[in-house]
């Protein structure tokens, strides 16, 4: 099974046309910020204690690497797909264009590098991801400079995937399932093709054995993932409809059951008792990202599951966009990029 399409340029929703301006207000915001900074640097010696943008001179802000590259993505797609004003599309290009210069993304690389299991795999992913919008781009420019980045990203990923005997289940970044789906999406138009099979391959050997998944026993206190939806989107990519239809019914038992009682929804969205506490505030970058998984397994089952599915979905995408933009950087750092990944699985109109 291939992965997911890559989206055309014609018009966006109107959702997220409505939304142009904050998405790209808030990109630009946090790639240009240096601090407050969490850098996730193992210091071998007092010389390694320098300022963040000297080992990271195009991913530094943001607050860590990897929402800085995920932001950059959000950027950069907003810039292409979603027509922001003339004021907030200059702004992106500039701050683009200050970062993603060839001697930038060559010590972004040589960082990689040097450090293999930083950002494994979740930064990982989202490179590719970056990578493979700045594909859509026509000058090539931004593309031309990530190329290498991805090619060395790719490189690691190979390295590890041997290595990785379990899948690692937790709801936050080191979630496997969540960032080998973004592999799969990504690796064509990133110029790692050669990635997919070994991360299809993986992925089966990993979950194709999984039945009996519990969504109740979900959420865990500080998710930004759910680590059932995640392993199941990411089988949406790796297996065959039929295969991944049958499949689906084992792992999500609680799905079959409450689509034939006519339960409204499959599970609520969690309660967010303290949205400035940095790890409390992922619950609302998990209803983004369990709405978007929602809506993607809707279309692919395709059965009487897809209208519950899909109205748990709208549930939780409505109350994660009710934290869109507070102000508060724990939240406004990078829960954008998740707004638009569900309001894209939202989008039945979306160009495919």
């Not at 300022?51 to 990271?56: D, G, K, L, M, N």
């Not at 001179?57 to 943001?62: N, R, T």
């Not at 690691?156 to 080998?180: C, E, M, Q, T």
Request: charged share 20%; with cysteine; glycine share 6%.
């Amino acid at each position: 099974m291939s992965a997911s399409p890559e989206p055309a340029s014609g018009a966006p929703s109107a959702a997220l046309t409505s939304y142009a301006d904050t998405f790209a207000r808030l990109a630009v915001a946090n790639i240009t910020r240096a601090y407050p900074n969490f850098p996730a640097h193992l210091l071998a010696g007092p010389e390694e204690l320098v300022a963040p943008r000297t080992y990271h001179p195009a991913f530094y802000g943001a607050y860590d690497w990897h929402s800085s590259v995920h932001m950059h993505w959000l950027a950069m797609r907003v810039l292409h797909r979603y027509r922001p004003s003339a004021p907030q599309a200059g702004a992106i290009t500039e701050a683009l264009d200050a970062h993603l210069t060839p001697e930038a993304m060559a010590a972004e690389s040589g960082y990689l590098r040097a450090h293999p299991s930083f950002e494994r795999p979740y930064g990982w992913a989202w490179l590719l991801m970056l990578t493979a919008e700045s594909a859509a781009h026509e000058d090539g420019r931004w593309a031309a400079a990530l190329a290498p980045a991805a090619r060395t990203v790719a490189e690691l990923i190979l390295d590890w995937l041997p290595k990785a005997r379990y899948p690692v289940r937790h709801g936050v970044h080191s979630n496997s399932a969540f960032a080998l789906g973004l592999v799969l999406d990504s690796a064509e138009r990133a110029g790692v093709p050669h990635l997919a099979e070994p991360v299809r391959a993986k992925l089966r050997a990993w979950f194709a054995g999984d039945e009996g998944g519990a969504l109740r026993w979900e959420p865990s206190g500080q998710d930004f993932l759910s680590p059932l939806l995640a392993e199941a989107d990411a089988m949406r990519r790796a297996a065959e409809p039929a295969e991944f239809r049958l499949w689906a019914g084992g792992l999500l038992p609680e799905l079959t059951s409450a689509a034939r009682s006519g339960e409204p929804v499959l599970l609520a969205p969690p309660e967010v008792t303290d949205a400035s506490d940095g790890q409390i505030g992922h619950l609302h970058g998990l209803c983004l990202s369990r709405a978007a998984a929602l809506y993607a397994l809707a279309d692919a089952l395709g059965d009487f599951r897809s209208r519950i599915l899909r109205d748990t979905a709208a549930a939780h995408l409505e109350a994660g966009l009710s934290a869109l933009g507070s102000g508060d950087f724990t939240s406004d750092h990078w829960l954008a990029t998740f707004a638009v990944l569900a309001l894209e699985a939202a989008d039945p109109d979306r160009p495919v």
